[in-house]
C-alpha cells in the first residue's frame, strides 16, 4: 500500500505563488510516476501535471504550462508542485496521485492524497 499527504495549500492574491508538497509512503513507493490533480466546485476533476519516477520527465496541462513546476525528491520520497502567477481560476482543490503508469487520466492512478485546497483571491 501507499499513502499520500499533501500540504501546502492556503490562500494567496492573484499573482502570487504557493508550493505544495506530497509525502509518500508504504511498501510500495518504488516505481510510481507522480501527478497533481484538481477539481473546483461543481467541475471534473483535471489533470494538472505528472514527473516521471525517474524524475527526468514532466507533462503539465496546457492551463499551467509555464506557470507551475512539478519535481520530486526521490530521497524523501516527496512531489512538489510550485504554483507561479496564480489567477483565481486556479482555486481548487489540489490532489497528489501515483500510478505505475505514465498516464494523464485520473482513472490511471492508483493512489490518492486527501488533497490539499488552494484559493486564489482577485
Known amino acids: 500500500q501507499v499513502q499520500l499527504v499533501e500540504s501546502g495549500g492556503g490562500l494567496v492574491q492573484a499573482g502570487g505563488s504557493l508550493r505544495l508538497s506530497c509525502a509518500a509512503s508504504?511498501?510500495?513507493?518504488?516505481?510510481?510516476?507522480m501527478g497533481w490533480f484538481r477539481q473546483a466546485p461543481g467541475k471534473e476533476r483535471e489533470f494538472v501535471a505528472v514527473?516521471?519516477?525517474?524524475?527526468?520527465?514532466?507533462s503539465y496541462a496546457d492551463s499551467v504550462k509555464g506557470r507551475f513546476t512539478i519535481s520530486r525528491d526521490k530521497a524523501k520520497d516527496t512531489v512538489y508542485l510550485q504554483m507561479n502567477s496564480l489567477r483565481p481560476d486556479d482555486t481548487a482543490v489540489y490532489y497528489c496521485a501515483a500510478s505505475r503508469l505514465w498516464s494523464y487520466a485520473a482513472n490511471d492512478f492508483d493512489y490518492w492524497g486527501q488533497g490539499t485546497q488552494v484559493t486564489v483571491s482577485s
Open positions: 514527473v516521471s519516477w525517474i524524475g527526468s520527465t514532466t
Open positions: 508504504g511498501r510500495a513507493t518504488s516505481g510510481l510516476h
